[in-house]
């Protein structure tokens, strides 16, 4: 599942960002009398049986995850770490206000990590809070120890979307492109963006682009016919829908033009 595969994904990068720092010394007086969590105390070690419970993915791993992060809690009551990856499984199965109680703790004790401010910015677009979550991505982006700001750039701009603030939203996706110029979500979100706007020559200069970076999709094909139709070239647009009848027959993409 490709939610399963974005969660651990989460789970990988904020063990490896955390576990390094849990013997550092902070000057700030919020967090200067929170216990971190050194790299082989019972609560990280609980942490990491959590992941890889969920790493296996077996009938009940999920559950037995639980228990272990929330075992490593009652170790470390002030464990941002564990908070947040217990808030996320709660979010996945669908428990949001549990899910919200433990992300809000994780940004209580949390000793700067991005990655939690990030997933946290995540759940509350999903839930429909657009404006609370750019913010938090803002956030993140301003932070220098985020690895990947195109992301949290992307991210945002999906959920300007989402508000339909379109033009904030393209901004972003802007500015993602500035950091990851082959960055395949921009591309295609820009590409339908304009597609919207009937503003075909711009909408084709995103597709030429994003066909460079990736193999095309039933949406990619779907959207080339749609882009040279718009423009009236009538044999490029006809060469898009005949790949996409034969590589995705069954697809909504093609059933959706064939509809029209």
């Known amino acids: 599942m490709a939610f399963k595969s974005i969660v651990l994904s989460f789970f990988i990068v904020l063990v490896s960002s955390c576990a390094s720092s849990g013997g550092s010394k902070h000057s700030n007086k919020r967090t200067e009398n929170i216990k971190a969590a050194k790299t082989n105390s019972a609560e990280k070690i609980n942490v990491d049986l959590g992941v890889g419970y969920l790493k296996r993915g077996k009938e009940g791993d999920i559950d037995v995850a639980i228990k272990k992060f929330k075992k490593a809690i009652k170790i470390n009551p002030t464990y941002a770490l564990a908070h947040s990856m217990l808030a996320t499984v709660y979010d996945r199965k669908g428990l949001f206000d549990s899910a919200e109680i433990h992300y809000k703790k994780s940004l209580k004790y949390n000793n700067g990590n991005p990655n939690i401010v990030n997933n946290y910015a995540n759940f509350l677009c999903q839930r429909g809070k657009y404006t609370q979550a750019i913010d938090k991505y803002k956030e993140v982006i301003g932070n220098p120890k985020y690895t990947t700001p ?111």
């Open 150 to 260: 195109a992301s949290a750039y992307e991210n945002a701009g999906v959920c300007a979307m989402k508000a339909d603030k379109l033009e904030e939203a393209e901004n972003y996706f802007r500015e993602s492109l500035k950091l990851n110029n082959k960055s395949a979500n921009s591309l295609y979100y820009l590409l339908t963006m304009y597609l919207k706007k009937g503003n075909y020559m711009k909408a084709r200069a995103f597709l030429q682009r994003l066909e460079q970076v990736v193999q095309p999709s039933e949406k990619i094909l779907a959207a080339g016919y749609q882009v040279e139709k718009g423009l009236n070239h009538t044999k490029l647009a006809k060469n898009y829908l005949t790949q996409l009848k034969n590589r995705f027959p069954q697809s909504e993409s093609l059933k959706l033009i064939q509809e029209k």
